[in-house]
């Protein structure tokens, strides 16, 4: 698996902090949930990069929407300080050898690579699992 830019830490930590706040209030959310929630989180948010309208991402789980509206809140938190700012149109922060021409583009990536992690440690059945993963590197 590709490690995520540097770059890219505080927003995916922010994101995985979240998905820990609602572990405790959920029980039985699964690595799976997750994943589900960030690949849905991923297509709405390169929706918005292309400017496509778009509804926000529902599921008839309560978990799970319960985890990405939390998730959008995080990030919404994050536009509203300008978190992010400097990572657009910089030859300094790009996704190859592209720079991000706005938010939603760098929230594209960071979903991918969540996404991509929450199946990596699924599918290892002899280790932990993601939860277990981000609650100790959290920790």
């Given amino acids: 698996m590709v490690t995520p830019n540097k770059f890219l ?3 995916l930590l922010n994101i995985e902090a979240t998905v820990l706040s609602l572990k405790s209030e959920y029980k039985t959310l699964k690595d799976k949930d997750i994943e589900r929630c960030y690949n849905r989180l991923k297509d709405y948010f390169r929706k918005k990069s292309f400017n496509k309208p778009c509804e926000e991402p529902e599921s008839p789980i309560t978990k799970e929407q319960d985890l990405m509206d939390e998730i959008l809140n995080t990030l919404e938190e994050r536009e509203a300080e300008k978190l992010d700012n400097h990572l657009l149109n910089s030859a300094q922060y790009t996704n ?7 938010v939603y583009q760098i929230y594209v990536v960071c979903f991918n690579n969540l996404a991509k992690s929450v199946k ?19 920790s």
């Avoid at 190859?96 to 706005?102: C, R, W």
């Avoid at 990596?120 to 959290?138: D, F, M, Q, V």
């Fill in 96 to 102: 190859g050898e592209n720079s991000f021409l706005n």
């Fill in 9 to 11: 830490y505080p927003i």
């Fill in 120 to 138: 990596l440690w699924r599918k290892n059945k002899t280790g932990p699992s993601y939860l277990a993963y981000i609650e100790e590197s959290l």
